[in-house]
């Protein structure tokens, strides 16, 4: 495959230097793409670089993920409005080791094959180097008024918001571009992506290898978009935050949930941005959705797409189970595959209560869920509700208005799930 042309009909290509798909064509490629280790997790804002990495494999070019130990230390300036805490060594170790793991689900690192990924660590290079050793050997190539110049540096030095730009900050740039003369010389790294707002701190690097190694040094860039949402928010934020790739911070049910809820237009750029899936298949897909949006064919699929890459077959179908026992059809079986995180997420936002083992074990239900509880306005309604089968505990129906609650009916040892008709939910916990 072309990665170029792979990459403009996935709208994933923003900037790029001339001369980058002669480049790939005339040879075994070696890239690189810089990810922030403040956090020991991905979220699925870094998914758009990531993807460019594997699909750059996938053509079989070599890529290389820089995680910036080094670089993570002072904070990029790039779209921030304040500077960031500093992080410290240990922090650091950990959040790359935990960001590698993620990683391997996307690049293959252990192919012996010419185009195996790396994962390679700027503190390894940086932690010795000397300051003014870095500003005489380094810092001499690159004039003040051509970093000043970058857009990241004006618009923090003159935005309302801004308490300035620290040394530090200022100093990043000449530090991105010193990764990259470094993965030049020592890994023949030619060409180096990221994000749009990635692109002064980019050509910094390629304008630096320039100036170190002489014009025969070619070095290339390329950048992605900034992902938005159709209504021109920022991808990837919701009420609770960021979306995570690790189930620590956010359960594969509600990361499916996440995809299976974006806008239309949406879901068709998406899905060509963050799957492999190919051109005819997406096409495809695209013109179904459109014949019938109402069946969220594309949403379903993406969602599909994602979740299996990013966490497995078996925890998309875990979200498919609970997305289908509040708005499907399902069976108490169903219900008691669910583990309790999951449960609490497919049940956030119903009305729930809280009773004691006392009020709830050995009760009749009718007492439980209609006076301890507001399930049912009254008895009476609830007993004409059971008569005519519209009441259910436990995706169960109920077959008689005063059966009496015991432990074998409490999901997880503390749960008890009402439905009154088709839609309404109710969670009782039980203490």
């Known amino acids: 495959m072309n990665f170029v042309e792979e990459l403009q009909w996935r709208g994933m290509v923003h900037q790029m230097m001339p001369g980058t798909e002669e480049q790939l064509s005339k040879e075994l490629t070696t890239a690189y793409l810089g990810i922030d ?7 699925i804002g870094h998914l758009c670089g990531v993807m460019m990495l594997r699909h750059f494999q996938r053509c079989g070019h070599k890529p290389l993920a820089l995680v910036g130990g080094a670089t993570g230390m ?5 779209g921030k409005s304040q500077e960031r805490n500093l992080l410290t060594p240990e922090i650091l170790e950990h959040n790359k080791a935990c960001i590698k793991q993620q990683l391997a689900k996307f690049l293959d690192f252990d192919t012996n094959l010419p185009n195996g990924a790396e994962l390679v660590d700027n503190y390894e290079w940086m932690k010795d ?8 050997e380094i810092g001499k190539h690159i004039t003040v008024n051509y970093m000043m110049a970058k857009d990241s540096v004006k618009r923090r030095l003159n935005g309302e918001a801004s308490d300035g730009l620290s040394f530090t900050e200022f100093s990043y740039q000449l530090l991105q571009g010193y990764d990259f003369l470094h993965l030049y010389e020592t890994k023949n790294c030619k060409l180096q992506m990221g994000g749009s707002d990635q692109w002064g701190n980019i ?3 390629t304008e630096l290898i320039r100036r170190t190694l002489g014009t025969e040094a070619q070095a290339f860039a390329l950048t992605c978009p900034l992902i938005t949402k159709s209504d021109g928010k920022k991808f990837g934020k919701t009420e609770q935050g960021n979306v995570w790739l690790d189930r620590r911070y956010t359960t594969p049910y509600r990361f499916y949930q996440f995809w299976l809820n974006v806008a239309d237009d949406d879901a068709e750029r998406y899905i060509k941005i963050f799957t492999s899936l190919p ?12 014949a019938d949006p109402g069946r969220r064919t594309l949403q379903k699929r993406l969602g599909e797409e994602v ?12 979200a498919i189970e609970a997305s289908n026992i509040l708005f499907g059809k399902a069976t108490k079986d169903n219900l008691l595959k669910l583990d309790e995180e999951t449960l609490l997420q497919v049940f956030d936002g119903v009305p729930q209560f809280e009773v004691s083992k006392d009020q709830a ?3 009749k239900a009718v007492d439980l869920f209609a006076e301890t509880t507001k399930c049912f306005a009254s008895k009476g309604e609830m007993r004409k509700l059971v008569q005519g089968g519209g009441v259910s505990l436990n995706k169960e129906k109920l077959a008689a ?5 015991e432990q074998k009916d409490l999901l997880d040892g503390k749960y008890l799930l009402v439905q009154r008709g088709k839609k309404n939910y109710f969670l009782i916990t039980v203490k």
């Open 129 to 136: 180097y000397g300051f003014l050793d870095f500003v005489r």
């Open 361 to 363: 074990l050995g009760v």
């Open 74 to 78: 002072i904070g990029d300036p790039s």
């Open 279 to 290: 051109q005819e298949e997406i096409n495809a897909l695209i013109e179904e959705h459109r």
């Open 401 to 405: 208005f005063d059966q009496v609650i």
């Open 307 to 318: 979740t299996c890459m990013v966490h497995s077959r078996e925890d998309y179908e875990m």
């Open 37 to 43: 280790p403040t956090a020991d997790s991905l979220h």
């Open 203 to 205: 050509t910094t690097g």
